[in-house]
């Protein structure tokens, strides 16, 4: 693992010594045709949603259309082995998120290794997850929502947008933290959970606030807690889950990769497009209004990053022992 560790990180630190014209004379000429940017999840989810955002932004930025595909299935499997088997040649991109670090333990046998089958680009953003239910349910904090949970063991379900993803993830460690017993209902994105939350076939849910903001200003959705620390922003009435539960803590994050053998200009080229992207004062607001704070640096940091959480997941994967259906 430490091997592999090291592999990676060295990925995204950059690949073997070029001749220095040829380097420079394919950056400059890159991208020189459409871009596909790979969602590994269904349209309206917060995957979705940034990657529309930054796509439009780098096309105007590159010169060329940065596509979105929309790959669900498997837990962002499907999505990710396309991309792994796509040529390294810098015009097929990956939104990588939480579930990509989950997934590494999540699975045993996949048809690809993240780590090494994947070169990090660049971090996009870190959003927190925000505790919701719908307005009739009968719990207004997390205490009141813990104790009705208490009194109805295994009559609640909490949705998300499939088993690994941050969503599943936060539920998992609330329910091994708070000791309650509910079920997980997954789904195959945020769009679909949420709308069997409105109708009350799901009780509740911990989705990104990129994707239940707008519904929370519409009071479709009543904001229990936010995931991560400090306060949102957006949210500034809602208190921190660390409040009710010491030591929870979760972000979801986002960023852009690779087929681990696309040339290291190429993946620089496009790291510093999207630095720039973050830097921008309208695409920052954009994505603020998103709820998000910006995760800009090198590829190397947004693999130790990575790298990171991998292991932190692992831990609360093995120690809650999910399973992939």
């Known amino acids: 693992m430490k091997l592999l560790r090291r592999r990676f990180l060295g990925l995204a630190a950059g690949a073997a010594v070029l001749p220095a014209v040829a380097r420079i004379a394919r950056a400059e000429t890159y991208p020189s045709r459409p871009v ?20 439009r932004w780098l096309s105007e930025r590159l010169g060329q259309p940065f596509v979105i595909e929309n790959r669900p299935g498997a837990a962002t499997n499907i999505g990710t082995e396309a991309v792994v088997n796509a040529a390294p040649d810098g015009h097929t991109v990956l939104v990588v998120s ?82 309650i017993d509910m079920a997980h209902v997954p789904y195959r994105s945020s769009g679909p959970a949420l709308t069997d939350l409105f109708g009350g076939q799901v009780q509740v849910m911990f989705d990104a606030i990129t994707s239940t903001i707008e519904h929370i200003r519409a009071d479709r959705l009543r904001p229990l807690a936010v995931t991560s620390a400090p306060r949102s922003a957006l949210l500034a009435d809602t208190p921190v889950m660390s409040d009710f539960v010491p030591g929870y803590e979760l972000s979801n994050w986002f960023g852009l990769g690779m087929p681990s053998h696309t040339p290291s200009e190429i993946v620089d080229r496009l790291n510093i497009a999207v630095n720039e992207g973050l830097a921008d004062p309208g695409l920052k607001a954009r994505f603020a209004d998103l709820g998000g704070s910006m995760l800009p640096g090198s590829p190397a940091d947004f693999g130790r990053l990575i790298a990171d959480e991998t292991a932190k997941w692992g831990k609360v994967i093995r120690t809650a022992n999910i399973k992939p259906e």
């Open 36 to 55: 596909r940017i790979v969602v590994p999840f269904a349209a309206a989810g917060p995957n979705d949603i940034i990657a529309r955002v930054l796509g």
């Open 98 to 179: 939480l579930p990509h670090a989950v997934n590494a333990t999540l699975y045993e046998k996949l048809h690809f290794n993240f780590m090494r089958d994947i070169a990090p680009v660049a971090g996009i953003m870190r959003v927190s997850n925000v505790m919701v239910v719908a307005p009739a349910f009968p719990a207004g904090s997390v205490p009141e929502f813990i104790s009705y949970a208490k009194a109805n063991p295994g009559k609640l379900n909490f949705a998300s947008s499939g088993i690994g993803a941050s969503n599943h993830i936060a539920g998992e460690w609330f329910k091994i933290m708070t000791g």
